[in-house]
């Protein structure tokens, strides 16, 4: 994977320990080809190790986050999905990524929780928070 990059963007993006992520970052957050072109190097890849960790999994319910779910087609690779969104303003204060940046290319929060099989507004508490993981958790093992 790093010849990959090495041979797309040189030797300015590998740092001391691999990939450096903010000089990427800041090649494809502006330019949509480049970003194109990382998420189909990226993606497969992270299917395929996702894929085989599920196979490992004893558990009931095993959970994985995935930021980019319904926009890379990968909710067919799960039984359910939970979408947990948050208003716009404490998003914000939340990432450490300006909104911009990322917000465009994703689907809008509205349309994901329609396809969701589970939703939940996170501006509350975290016992609120606890309590809609325990309800969902409890469904799922039924």
Same mark, same amino acid.
């Given at each position: #994977? ?5 041979? =797309? ?22 330019? $949509?080809?480049? &970003?194109?072109?990382?998420?189909? &190097? &990226? ?21 994985? !986050?995935?930021?980019?779910?319904? !926009? ?9 999905? *939970? ?10 204060? =939340?990432? =450490? *990524?300006?909104?911009?940046? =990322? ?9 994901? *929780? ?22 969902? #958790?409890? $469904?799922?093992?039924?």
């Amino acid at each position: #994977m790093q010849a990959a990059l090495r041979e =797309r963007w040189g030797e300015r993006i590998v740092g001391e320990n691999g990939a450096d992520r903010a000089a990427i970052a800041a090649i494809v957050f502006d330019d $949509r080809d480049q &970003l194109a072109w990382l998420e189909s &190097l &990226l993606h497969p890849k992270v299917v395929r190790e996702y894929l085989a960790w599920r196979e490992q999994q004893t558990a009931a319910v095993a959970v994985t !986050e995935v930021p980019l779910l319904y !926009e890379t087609g990968g909710d067919e690779r799960f039984d359910a999905v *939970v979408v947990v969104t948050a208003p716009p303003e404490l998003r914000a204060e =939340r990432s =450490r *990524v300006h909104a911009d940046a =990322r917000e465009a290319r994703l689907i809008p929060d509205e349309e994901k *929780v329609q396809r969701a099989d589970f939703a939940y507004v996170n501006d509350g508490t975290l016992d609120e928070l606890d309590a809609f993981v325990g309800d969902v #958790m409890a $469904r799922l093992t039924r």
